[in-house]
């Protein structure tokens, strides 16, 4: 796998599993992608290394031979959406059973799953603990309609509830949203669920919440955690926000002051939000995917004008983020 394909996009370690699986050997840089954490690939490694792939290190390449994948009952040490699902893949191909305890329950993962089954193989138990796959069948090609974005549509949603406005949005995935629409409501939005979506009405100015912690799945989503720190910037009252997944997902804060926010980082898991009048244009970088959408919000935010380089790193997670918030009636063009 050549660098150029691995070093941009963490989620690249994602084949890995996968291509074991067909292949049997692999060599592949060290996945690069967002800054928001060591994020240790080490879990993946060890997972697959129970499963019968022998890895080393060549030139600073991860070189991976599988001479039989086999089945295995791995235990997550913490819950990992990417080590889950490359797991996932590398156990539909091998010989055996293979149960996964601690597995991520995110709707990802449960999708995942529903493709895999769509494709012939033996799995249950997504959307738990525990997963359970019966490897070794044939796999064959199959239709699958990908889930809505849940993290796109949480977006979406705090871009309405940061600027005051009103919006619908389409085929939202409701159900995986629970914590999402609470914290909403919590800052006086209005989130009226009908059979096509969400209808959401924001106030003109938010009321700031007390405090927002990241969860796994059900809970408060780590990659929402800069929309919502950016929705609590103007405001009356402080917001306390504890970052459970990532330790270092605070990157956003340093610009978000110079537009004039009032953010004090109390450590790597916290961070103390003072609502201020309001924000200011100004120039500002992306420098992670989810930081750099929230740098969006801010701008929508802002009085003046606001410019966001980086764009790389938001373009990953948003098919066409600025066409979506124009029909929504912003400012906003791609340069």
């Known amino acids: 796998m050549p660098a150029e394909a691995v070093k941009g996009m963490r989620s690249s370690l994602c084949l890995l599993g996968a291509l074991l699986g067909r292949c049997g050997e692999i060599v592949m840089e060290y996945p690069g992608g967002c800054v928001i954490g060591e994020r240790p690939i080490d879990l993946h490694l060890k997972a697959l290394e129970k499963m019968g792939v022998e890895f080393s290190e060549e030139d600073g390449r991860i070189h991976g031979i599988a001479r039989k994948l086999h089945g295995a009952c791995i235990r997550l040490p913490f819950v990992s959406v990417g080590a889950t699902e490359n797991v996932l893949m590398a156990a539909v191909m091998a010989e055996g059973e293979t149960i996964i305890e601690g597995a991520a329950k995110e709707p990802e993962v449960v999708a995942l799953c529903e493709y895999l089954r769509c494709c012939g193989a033996v799995v249950e138990g997504e959307g738990t603990e525990r997963i359970w796959v019966c490897g070794g069948k044939a796999l064959h090609g199959a239709d699958y309609r990908v889930p ?3 993290i796109v549509a949480g977006t979406y ?9 009103e919006a619908f949005l389409e085929e939202a995935p409701v159900r995986q949203m629970d914590d999402i629409l609470y914290a909403a409501e919590q800052m006086g939005t209005s989130c009226s669920i009908t059979d096509g979506g969400i209808y959401i009405q924001a106030p003109g100015r938010p009321m700031l919440l007390e405090k927002v912690c990241t969860e796994p799945y059900p809970g408060f989503p780590t990659d929402l955690q800069s929309a919502v720190l950016v929705a609590n910037t103007v405001g009356d009252g402080n917001c306390l926000i504890e970052e459970t997944i990532f330790e270092n997902r605070f990157r956003v804060v340093e610009p978000l002051n110079r537009m004039g926010a009032d953010i004090t980082v109390l450590d790597e898991r916290h961070v103390l939000i003072k609502g201020v009048h309001k924000l200011y244009g100004k120039q500002v970088e992306a420098k992670e995917l989810r930081g750099g959408a929230a740098l969006v919000l801010a701008g929508l935010m802002a009085q003046g004008e606001t410019r966001v380089s980086g764009c790389r ?12 918030l124009r029909e929504l009636g912003a400012r906003i063009t791609g340069v």
């Open 157 to 165: 949603l705090f871009a309405t509830v940061a600027t005051g406005g």
């Open 313 to 324: 790193f938001i373009e990953r997670g948003y098919e066409n983020i600025c066409k979506d």
């Open 148 to 150: 809505a974005d849940r």
